[in-house]
């Protein structure tokens, strides 16, 4: 199921052979589809990882202040 | 005429190669790669690596280039003692080179780079931890494009591991067959089918297999793809490949950290007799490598690496060699390198003209040899004979310290408890007949409360 929505998005970008600066290696069609299939979820999933990390940080740096208050 | 010799291994990349000077390595920097390398080092991420102890550092040199051509310059990276392969990594080994190669490619998204390749090959054991050996696996990162090593870092990495991991530890072997690592679509049907539960896994192997059996003949137009994927997302992928590898353990059967060594065969006082025997062979010795052929969980071996000898340590057993490799790591040891090999049938020239990855022998040869307590299972279990035992240690190295176990000793009693004796010559006399030949023999010694005897050898010119 998953791979038929993939067709339909992706299908627009099947054409040409890909061509980078240095890149010698084929990073493979497949490779390079999945890749940016994945990119909305594992983007979404850092961003919040590193909010979440920034949440934690003020809450634990918030706690350890009122720690050193109260001494 | 200065004889130069391009290795056989360096082709695949026309940013540049590796080519032998007078037992000099050199690497030539081609102009196309030009501003990579300078970005590599104007940007500060070769220094940033280095002080990370990620890569191998190299000095600029000012050398006749092996082929002008093209060339940009010439950089001489400090060499590795010996080069070792994926397939003859223990586990965490593999595990470490991997998170080595992801910590790598983070670092330098830091400074708006980004790895061209991933290959397992680029890593090397270096002063005991993984580090990338290639300067010019480098290039600028274009924000909005996929990752042009995705697909290998799973087929060398991920998959190997996922398969140790889940399937089982020998599957590792296949890096031998396959070598730019395991087909996905392999690595998925060898897969439990727990395995779909796991999201790395599910992702980057079996989803991966899939999306390339899909689109195995399609060609993708990258002008119609850019700034399809944000730096967010390369980097989240970095984020779930790294959690994947963290993810996968292998646990050690039997109680971990037990002592491994078999010592029925030896009394307290005998195995403190049999060190002190290898310790005064190695002064007499005075090697700067050594290897340790059959060396169980290194514990000889570090009778050598201890006294800051570079010393591999060889053994067959996956776990053995798993276990030595963790207790090197705990210790910070960075003179001991323990690898996987079966002497039985050891790695052999294989790749591209059969000159991309080395034999062991190729890579050797060692100053000093040590086999303890482990002729009597080449020889009786494997049915070589004394003379072809006595030829491959004459190539693998100059000195040889060798135990020779008796019939009448109870470990091989038991080899021969289930077989026909076929081995008439196999006694104490005739071994050292038959190794006289290539070897002057310079002194023999009995283990204490034991019938084996240690011999220290020197191979004749």
Known sequence: ?71 | MIQSAKLGASFRDPSGFLFRREGVLYRQVNESYRDSYDQLVGSGLYQALIESGLLVPHEEIDVEPYDPGPAYRVIKPESVEFISYPFEWSFSQLKDAALATLKIQKKALEFEMCLKDSSAYNIQYYRGHPVLIDSLSFERYVPGEPWVAYRQFCQHFLAPLSLMARSDIRLEQLLRVYIDGVPLDLASKLLPKSSYLNFPILSHIHLHAMAQRRYADSAVDKNRVSGGMSKNAFLGLTDSLESGVRGLNWRLGGTEWGDYYDQHNYTQQGMEDKKKIVNEYLDQTGPRIVWDLGANVGRFSRLASDRGVFTVSFDVDPGAVERNYREARRRGEERLLPLTIDLTNPSANIGWHNRERLSLLDRGPADTVMVLALLHHLAISNNVPLPQLRDFFYQAGKWLIIEFVPKSDSQVRKLLATREDIFPDYDVTGFAEVFAERYIIHARKRIRDSEREIYLMEGKD
Not at chain 1, 44 to 69: D, H, P, Q
């Open chain 1, 1 to 71: 199921m998953m791979f038929m929505n993939a067709t339909v998005v992706l299908s627009s970008v099947l054409a040409a052979p890909l061509m980078r600066g240095h890149a010698y290696l084929d990073p493979g069609s497949g490779s390079f589809l999945l890749q940016l299939l994945l990119a909305a979820l594992l983007g979404g999933l850092f961003v919040l990882r590193s909010y979440w990390g920034r949440i934690k940080a003020f809450i634990t740096k918030k706690g350890s202040k009122e720690e050193n208050e109260e001494e």
